[in-house]
């Protein structure tokens, strides 16, 4: 006869271990910051790691997106318990994303922000996505979703456009190969259509 599983220390290891490899790219970039700093990483370091960053959120955002629709098919309560890690790595890498794009591509000088935004208007696309992921981030906790309750969904319902923000911001700066760009924007495409079909 087997023990019964506690779902609550089920979700507890669930959610550690979605933690831990919510860490590993974090790992490498600080790798990264050091061979920065030790001028070892090549001729355009903080260009690597603005777009592993970048890339690293919108990962976990799409991620966040598929994991619904797995508990839906599979009937796996789990899926449903890893959502709010997945929304919050991708809220944090999209920061560091912004906070690598300042300090290390601006060096905090604001005075140049003007000609970059408008040499490259997908900063502005970028940071409305941030912008968009801010109030998700701020009520994903269970206290919030007890204070807001139905309300709390139309909260995040804002991730909808947040994704199309961040696959619109990554495919706009690339500025020759844009395949990596629309396969992620089909697999929202895909994520999109499985919802309306539901």
């Known amino acids: 006869m087997t023990a019964a599983v506690d779902p609550r220390r089920a979700r507890r290891r669930s959610e550690q271990l979605a933690l831990l490899t919510a860490l590993l790219p974090l790992v490498w970039m600080a790798s990264a910051v050091l061979e920065i700093f030790g001028q070892s990483l090549g001729p355009n370091p903080s260009r690597e790691l603005l777009h ?41 890498y999209a920061t560091l994303h912004l906070l690598v794009y300042a300090v290390l591509e601006l060096g905090l000088d604001w005075s140049d922000l003007g000609n970059e935004i408008a040499q490259r208007p997908f900063i502005i696309v970028g940071l409305i996505a941030l912008i968009g992921m801010i109030p998700m ?57 499985y919802r309306l079909y539901r």
């Open 52 to 92: 592993s960053s970048g890339k690293t959120a919108l990962n976990a955002l799409l991620i966040t997106l598929t994991l619904r629709p797995l508990q839906q098919l599979t009937g796996r309560i789990e899926f449903l318990w890893l959502r709010r890690m997945a929304g919050l790595t991708s809220f944090s």
């Open 137 to 193: 981030a701020a009520t994903s906790t269970d206290r919030a979703m007890r204070r807001l309750g139905r309300r709390w969904r139309q909260w995040h319902y804002a991730i909808y456009p947040v994704a199309i923000l961040a696959v619109w911001h990554y495919y706009w700066q690339v500025k020759l190969d844009v395949t990596e760009p629309l396969i992620y924007a089909g697999i929202l495409a895909l994520l999109f259509g």
